[in-house]
């Protein structure tokens, strides 16, 4: 084979935090740009999206979670296998700020450690959508060798295959 590029990356990213903070305007408008005309997150919902990073496509898998109680058990089980986490709560509401400590116990049981950039957005006015996304795509990128998978070869039910170009150097 000439050379060796990367494709068909994909990391998975889970919107996590209280419900009614704006998880679901902030992937609207990130994905679609626009806002979402219904309410509340029943279970899970699922947008894609592709950004280039360093010329290479990186397809981002964005799961939204409901923050509502009563999904919590099922939130969370989308947390493991994770790539990266989207912890957002409501500047106007306290209560969903201290709830994030309560979040983060759950992201650090099943997948993450604490170094977490902070960004203030507005999902209304569009402000810093675009920058959290790309800020983590990149710190995903900049660890792709041990952490991303190769779309072509991910198989959901059996250990990843060896033919993966993701660890050619
Ligand atoms: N002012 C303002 N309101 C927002 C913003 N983003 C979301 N909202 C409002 O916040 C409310 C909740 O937004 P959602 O995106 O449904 O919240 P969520 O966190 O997905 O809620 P769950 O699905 O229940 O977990 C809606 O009434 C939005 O209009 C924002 O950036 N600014």
């Given at each position: ?6 494709r ?6 889970v919107m996590t ?14 994905t679609?740009?626009?806002l979402?005309?219904y ?5 899970i ?7 280039i990073i360093?010329e290479t ?12 109680e009563?999904f ?6 989308y ?6 986490f989207?912890l957002?709560?409501?500047?106007t509401?306290?209560v969903s ?10 992201i ?8 977490i950039p902070?960004f203030?957005?507005s ?5 810093n ?14 660890q792709?060798s ?24």
């Open positions: 084979m000439a050379g060796c590029t990367y068909n990356l994909v990391a998975k990213l935090g209280d419900s009614n903070v704006g998880k679901t305007c902030i992937v609207s408008r990130y679609e740009n626009t979402p005309s309410l509340s997150t029943v279970g919902d699922f947008k894609t999206k592709t950004v360093d496509p990186l397809k981002l898998q964005i799961w939204d979670t409901a923050g509502q009563r919590h058990t099922l939130s969370v089980s947390f493991r296998g994770a790539h990266g989207i957002v709560y409501d500047i509401n306290s700020f201290q709830n994030t400590s309560l979040w983060m116990k759950d650090k049981m099943l997948a993450w450690e604490y170094g902070f203030e957005t999902a209304k006015e569009n402000i959508i675009e920058n959290a996304f790309h800020m983590l795509s990149e710190a995903i990128y900049a792709r041990s952490v991303l998978i190769d779309q072509n070869v991910v198989n959901l039910t059996e250990p990843k295959k060896s033919s993966s170009c993701i660890s050619c150097r």
